[in-house]
């Protein structure tokens, strides 16, 4: 064999064994082997860190370079598939979880998250099964009450079901500082066209009143799941409060609503109707009725945002109060963002709107008609919060702010109003089980105008026990 | 000089070829994950055992054991988990990371099932991806979603019947025949029986479950369990943190706001003696 052909088989052996591809490639040293270990092992040290800091995004981020390669133990994918699941990954968690339920189903912890994510997938019969199984194997008290919840929330929605019914009663009583939301200053000076100015009385209906009140309540709501995207609602609501002496001011409210629902993924869209009627002392007050739109999208499971639109008209049934009769454009933008470890949950948004007043009677207060006020521009802001406290009482509060200027100088007070007004409350709902929940309830609003008539403070502190039947 | 002898030459250009041609031709997919027996019969009837990290290509057959599952992370980054019991050929798989019509992912189904996380492939173009089994074709809107061929004789038959199953996890699929086509959109699960048109039916569980139950735990204790989950944050009630009810257009008094003012009238004419009495007016505002 010449030198020509030697170098011809060197070269093709040389070849043949660069061809031979990773698979076949020399074992990395040992150093390199130790080093890539230790890599390993501070990959997952760092992600279990992100998970539970928040950061499930930058966790999956950190795991899916290693999947390859360590696809199939049991720690490395428990920790992949929360994090997916946790950055909003569902349908790659479950694959990390069949990994590691197929190799060891007695894993628990894993189960749980696969049912959490089969939930999120919207697969509620998968999630139900899965739920019930980690329910039997008796699981620690704090998960054991996160898979009543959602066993309970897979219930209402019940999947085998296109048609859903809910419904409540409920009792309340409580104490209300202001039933007619009335200012507590009893003279007000007043422009009088033909007089001049005059210190007026307030008469004791128009004043801050106190009283003890108790009220009942039921309501109901059916969904009918069209398909999987599309869904129609209907639901009712009737609130009655009677005042133990402020009887003028025993309240019957109803409400009704119905609409449908789009939802595909992270978007959900929603386009509806709702009215009201409100009794008052026991005679017809006003009603309202209005359409609305809203869409949602989800951006993670922690976080979503919300644009929502309505249209209002408002009609007072006296016809002293028709003057106040108007129609009400809002749109807003929201943002509801979930705390650590989903417990918790903080809410916001902001709006905008206008009032347009259509009245047509005439008064010398109003001699083109409209309200005395004029039409309106409003704003506000609304935030709120709550949480988990064990596994059976939610924790609430929340508060909101609002601005309102209106277009006419009010021709008793010679001056244009304009309101500022604030609102707080915040409770509890302690479920002891599934049908019957207690709230205790402190809410307080005040509102300020530069119209002393307008200007009030309310506190309202409440309990009520609800039955919920679903 | 000595001239290299032309079979020598020939022989090795020949053995070069084919290494390169097996250097460059790049694997449909490689295996992530295998628990149990799972073979790959090659285009030519040579029978690998596959294992993590091996490859997987164009004209394989895939085979798993009784109990045996396998992950296949595709050159597209889609993702194929071969469930117990399956047997599956990868007809075509064309994919050179462009998105223009020559990509292509066909797959028969001969029984058993598996699950699909599509990738690049039937992105933009749906027709380039297809699941034919012996009873449907299921064609893909960009989708996860589940395909079961149950065959007469096999383990799941003794519960259900024979044909082909296909549930949807996200995305949408379209399951045909001759006889007809069903769209089946997320959490839906199509039946497609021999001689008859593809239908709608309830979720079958015993199809689709997944896990194995637990096993017998043997006195163990898990330490990793989480109480919660950032995603436990969609059981929260949304009325509960932004209050019951919006204070747009709030109603201030729910009744009308009078006052009343009291002002002297004189009383009496120019020539009498004039004097005032009070009258009192109420106001509304």
Not at chain 1, 337 to 364: C, K, M, P, W
Not at chain 2, 181 to 198: I, K, R, S
């Amino acid at each position: 064999m010449g030198r020509g052909e030697t170098a011809v088989l060197v070269m093709t052996a040389w070849v043949l064994g660069c061809s031979a591809g990773p698979a076949q490639a020399a074992a990395p040293a040992p150093q390199a082997a130790a080093a890539e270990k230790e890599a390993y092992q501070n990959a997952l040290q760092d992600a279990d860190a992100l998970v539970k800091s928040g950061e499930p995004e930058r966790a999956y981020a950190l795991l899916r370079g290693y999947e390859q390669a360590h696809a199939g133990e049991a720690r490395f994918d428990y920790l992949l598939g929360i994090a997916a699941l946790d950055s909003g990954k569902p349908d790659l968690a479950t694959l990390a979880f069949e990994r590691v339920l197929m190799s060891d189903p007695g894993f628990t912890g894993a189960r749980l998250e696969m049912a959490r994510a089969y939930y999120q997938l919207g697969d509620l019969l998968r999630a139900e099964v899965e739920f019930e199984r980690v329910a039997h194997e008796n699981p620690p008290p704090g998960a054991r009450a996160t898979v009543r919840k959602y066993l309970e929330a897979i219930a209402a929605r019940n999947p085998r079901k296109k048609t859903h019914y809910a419904a409540y009663v409920e009792a309340t009583a409580g104490r209300d500082t202001n039933v007619n939301n009335s200012t507590s200053q009893q003279q007000v000076i007043v422009n009088i066209p033909t007089v001049g100015p005059v210190v007026a009385t307030l008469n004791a209906t128009s004043l801050k009143a106190a009283d003890n009140y108790g009220g009942l309540g039921a309501g109901g709501e059916l969904s009918h799941t069209l398909n999987p995207h599309w869904a129609f609602y209907a639901g009712a609501d009737l609130l009655q409060r009677d005042y133990h002496t402020q009887q003028d001011f025993n309240a019957l409210t109803a409400e009704g609503r119905a609409g449908v629902m789009y939802g595909a993924n992270a978007e959900h869209v929603r386009f509806g109707v709702n009215g009201g009627e409100y009794t008052l002392g026991g005679r017809r007050n006003r009603s309202n009725a209005a359409v609305n739109a809203e869409w949602a999208r989800t951006l993670s499971p922690r976080n979503q945002v919300l644009l929502f639109g309505q249209y209002q008209q408002y009609r007072f049934a006296d016809y002293v109060m028709q003057v106040d009769n108007f129609n009400q454009q809002v749109a807003g933008a929201g943002w509801t963002h979930a705390l650590g470890d989903g417990r918790s949950v903080l809410s916001g948004f902001a709006y905008y709107g206008a009032e347009q007043d259509i009245s047509t009677i005439i008064t010398t207060a109003t001699p083109d008609g409209g309200r005395t006020d004029g039409a309106k521009r409003l704003g506000g802001l609304r935030v709120g919060g709550q949480t988990m406290w064990g596994g059976r009482t939610m924790l609430y509060a929340n508060a909101g702010w609002q601005a309102g200027l209106y277009s006419r100088v009010n021709p008793l007070f010679l001056v244009q109003r304009s309101d500022r007004y604030v609102d707080l409350a915040m409770g509890a709902v302690w479920q002891w089980n599934p049908s019957w929940s207690l709230s205790p309830q402190l809410a307080h609003a005040h509102n300020s105008s530069n119209i002393p008539v307008y200007s009030y403070s309310r506190t309202d502190l409440s309990l009520t026990l609800r039955r919920d039947f679903r | 000089m000595k001239k290299i002898r032309p079979k020598l030459l020939a022989a090795a250009c020949l053995a070069l070829l084919g290494a390169c041609g097996a250097a460059l031709a790049a694997p449909a997919g490689k295996v992530e994950y295998v628990a149990g027996a799972v073979q790959a019969i090659g285009a030519g009837g040579q029978v690998r055992i596959l294992a993590k990290g091996d490859a997987v290509d164009e004209g394989d057959t895939l085979v798993t054991g009784a109990d045996a599952a396998a992950q296949v992370r595709m050159e597209d980054g889609g993702l194929v988990a071969l469930r117990s019991d399956t047997r599956m050929k990868l007809d075509s798989f064309r994919f050179d990371g462009k998105q223009d019509g020559t990509e292509q992912y066909i797959v028969s189904l001969f029984k058993g099932g598996f699950r699909a996380i599509t990738g690049l492939i039937g992105r933009l173009h749906k027709e380039s991806y297809r699941i034919t089994t012996p009873t449907a074709t299921i064609g893909i809107r960009g989708t996860d979603h589940e395909t079961i061929v149950v065959v007469p004789g096999s383990r799941l038959a003794a519960t259900v019947p024979p044909g082909t199953y296909n549930k949807v996890n996200r995305g949408e699929t379209a399951v045909s025949n001759e006889h007809g086509t069903v769209l089946v959109l997320p959490n839906q699960m199509a039946y497609a029986a021999a001689g008859a048109a593809p239908v709608l039916q309830p979720l079958n569980l015993d199809i689709f479950v997944v896990p194995p139950p637990p096993a017998a735990r043997a006195g163990r204790t898990d330490t990793e369990m989480r109480d919660s989950a950032i995603v436990d944050s969609a059981l929260l009630d949304p009325d509960l943190a932004l209050g019951p009810n919006l204070p747009i257009g709030i109603i201030f008094s729910r009744t009308p706001i009078t006052a009343t003012y009291t002002t002297l009238v004189p009383v009496g004419g120019a020539f009498t003696n004039q004097f005032f009495v009070p009258v009192t007016t109420t106001v509304t505002f």
